[in-house]
């Protein structure tokens, strides 16, 4: 079983939508949990960190539920702009990042 | 300029040969990391280190090698490099002192190996 699981997609939704990504992961003694976003070709960026007590910024969204060790993204009114893979990430104690394969959006005009 | 760089930005090198990936950071991170990006894979962990002359394995470290003497190189050796280590490798960079905070990326460097 890999450490980090997402949703595989891709995801194909209009312009205005709300979509929503899913994560799992299988160490609980993981510390830290992010949304990274890579575009095409490009090195993964942060998205926003994610807190138990849950977070927004802006359009998005992040949930994390420790006991359940699930972690969410939501993105409302969806634009072209968000088109690009959303890796969900696990850090534990030494820093070093754990990396979903990663859910591909495009949002269609 | 201030940042994560990785050179070269393309390399093409054939089986057996010794290839060395460059990565620089102007932050002075504790905290750094060889990635490499495959289809199907994901980004997965080659090597980290938490200082200077502190290095460790991540989940795919057979066939290359690293060194930390100074916190801002990271060099990554593939030794005798073949076909399956045909990837996008990515170096990143991390602040120790506060957990939770995010890693850099440098642009990565496509290595084909023929």
């Known amino acids: 079983r890999k450490e980090v699981e997402q949703d595989p997609g891709p995801f194909n939704v209009p312009e205005g939508a709300t979509v929503a990504f899913n994560c799992t992961y299988s160490?609980?003694?993981?510390?830290?949990f992010f949304w990274y976003r890579q575009d095409c070709r490009k090195e993964p960026k942060l998205l926003m960190s994610?807190?138990?007590s849950g977070n927004e910024d802006g359009r998005f969204t992040a949930q994390l539920n420790r006991a359940s060790q699930y972690i969410s993204l939501l993105i409302r009114d969806s634009k072209l702009s968000d088109s690009a893979t959303y890796l969900c990430?696990?850090?534990?104690?030494?820093?070093?990042?754990?990396f979903g394969s990663g859910t591909q959006l495009t949002v269609l005009p | 300029d201030a940042g994560i760089t990785q050179s070269p930005r393309y390399k093409i090198t054939e089986t057996g040969r010794q290839v060395t990936l460059m990565c620089h950071q102007t932050?002075?991170?504790?905290?750094m990391f060889w990635y490499r990006q495959d289809l199907g894979h994901g980004l997965r962990l080659i090597y980290y280190?938490?200082?200077?002359?502190?290095?460790d394995k991540g989940e795919v470290p057979d066939g290359y090698v690293v060194s930390r003497s100074k916190t801002e190189n990271f060099p990554l050796t593939l030794e005798s490099a073949t076909r399956s280590q045909t990837s996008v490798y990515f170096c990143?960079?991390?602040?120790?002192?506060?957990?939770?905070?995010?890693?850099?990326f440098g642009q990565g460097t496509r290595l084909t190996v023929v």
């Open positions: 990143a960079s991390s602040e120790s002192r506060v957990r939770g905070t995010e890693a850099f």
């Open positions: 160490n609980s003694a993981s510390q830290s």
């Open positions: 994610v807190y138990s």
């Open positions: 990430v696990v850090a534990g104690s030494a820093r070093q990042l754990t």
């Open positions: 932050w002075s991170h504790s905290y």
């Open positions: 280190s938490a200082a200077a002359d502190i290095t």
